[in-house]
């Protein structure tokens, strides 16, 4: 990989990359996809239809603008509110204005990121989640259920934020500025940290994470064993576009990408309830046995069960629809079941 500065990068597919398929299945309330090689999910991704999503195209209000400045505020036909830059001169407030979400909104704590959008010639869109890794010369498939396990434990992950390997474990902790990876571990240093580099260059994939990732590894003072991590990253990450740091003398590595919509991680984090919501919904589907299906969840995941994801699950499974509120369960841990009718 090439250098630049104190950066190290990786900006294309590799070439010897194994053939990858990514699979997408239609769900109620979002679209989940995921990336397999052989029979492993490599990575993982999620489209809510009331998101913003990158390369949605729309025409806007434009609500405000800083005098000679090229950024300002537009609004959507559905209410959204989102920050444009490189705005014409000529683009004056009130005026419609067609835009082209560049970033899908960032929930984080206590406020909402809204998202970033930029003028366009291009015609409305909106892409599925499908259609948006077609784009981008992908082999994408639609289907009823993945044809490989796994999509529960990648979900239940991202509740957890708290990844085991051998010998060791990651700590994931979302903040306003990066996502931070602590490494904790009974390895000795340098394997510990070997060790936390390959697996969490397979969770930043299948957390879809971006922007900027900080990890605390072991703290090693020989450079030969801080370059074994960073030999460990490059060979990880050799096929996902990124920038990188080197492993400093405290064991901190930042590595940078670009952010475009929410990981798995933050939903989990701050969309917490509606994220469980439609777990349910994808276990309902799955059930069965014959009867009815009762849905049991703490009553913020019930709330977000509305009627419309109800018919639309009646109608996919031919059965009536059941709600239960338990407060006493965990938000992440509703389940589905068959009862008599």
């Known amino acids: 990989a090439a250098e630049s500065g104190r950066f190290r990068h990786c900006l294309s597919w590799c070439d010897k990359a194994p053939r990858m398929i990514w699979y997408v299945e239609e769900g109620i309330g979002e679209d989940r996809a995921i990336c397999i090689t052989g029979d492993e999910i490599v990575a993982a991704r999620i489209q809510w239809p009331d998101d913003l999503a990158p390369g949605h195209i729309e025409d806007a209000i434009l609500v405000s603008r800083t005098a000679g400045s090229s950024r300002g505020t537009a609004r959507f036909a559905n209410g959204a509110e989102v920050l444009v830059d490189k705005l014409p001169r000529d683009a004056r407030e009130g005026a419609a204005i067609r835009l082209q979400v560049m970033r899908s909104a960032m929930g984080e704590a206590g406020r909402l990121k809204r998202a970033h959008a930029r003028p366009t010639d291009l015609p409305p869109a909106t892409p599925t989640l499908a259609q948006a890794i077609a784009a981008t010369g992908a082999e994408v498939q639609t289907v009823r259920r993945f044809p490989v396990a796994g999509w529960a434990d990648i979900i239940a992950d991202a509740f957890s934020g708290e990844i085991a390997f051998d010998g060791g474990t990651l700590v994931f902790s979302p903040t306003p500025a990066m996502v931070l990876v602590d490494v904790d571990g009974t390895l000795p240093p340098r394997e510990l940290a070997v060790a936390a580099a390959k697996a969490i260059t397979s969770c930043i994939r299948q957390f879809d994470l971006g922007g900027s990732v900080g990890i605390d590894f072991p703290t090693l003072?020989?450079?030969?064993?801080?370059?074994?991590?960073?030999?460990?990253?490059?060979?990880?990450?050799?096929?996902?576009?990124?920038?990188?740091?080197?492993?400093?003398?405290?064991?901190?590595?930042?590595?940078?990408?670009?952010?475009?919509?929410?990981?798995?991680?933050?939903?989990?984090?701050?969309?917490?309830?509606?994220?469980?919501?439609?777990?349910?919904?994808?276990?309902?589907?799955?059930?069965?046995?014959?009867?009815?299906?009762?849905?049991?969840?703490?009553?913020?995941?019930?709330?977000?069960?509305?009627?419309?994801?109800?018919?639309?699950?009646?109608?996919?499974?031919?059965?009536?629809?059941?709600?239960?509120?338990?407060?006493?369960?965990?938000?992440?841990?509703?389940?589905?079941?068959?009862?008599?009718?």
Do not use: Y
């Open 221 to 341: 003072e020989a450079k030969a064993d801080r370059r074994m991590v960073d030999l460990a990253l490059a060979e990880g990450l050799a096929d996902w576009p990124h920038e990188r740091t080197s492993m400093n003398g405290f064991g901190f590595v930042q590595i940078v990408s670009r952010l475009s919509r929410p990981s798995l991680l933050h939903r989990a984090v701050h969309c917490r309830s509606r994220l469980a919501a439609r777990q349910i919904l994808r276990q309902a589907e799955t059930v069965m046995e014959p009867g009815a299906l009762l849905l049991t969840a703490h009553p913020d995941v019930t709330n977000q069960l509305h009627a419309g994801w109800q018919a639309e699950l009646a109608r996919r499974t031919g059965r009536e629809i059941r709600l239960k509120s338990d407060p006493g369960l965990a938000l992440e841990g509703g389940f589905a079941q068959a009862v008599p009718l």
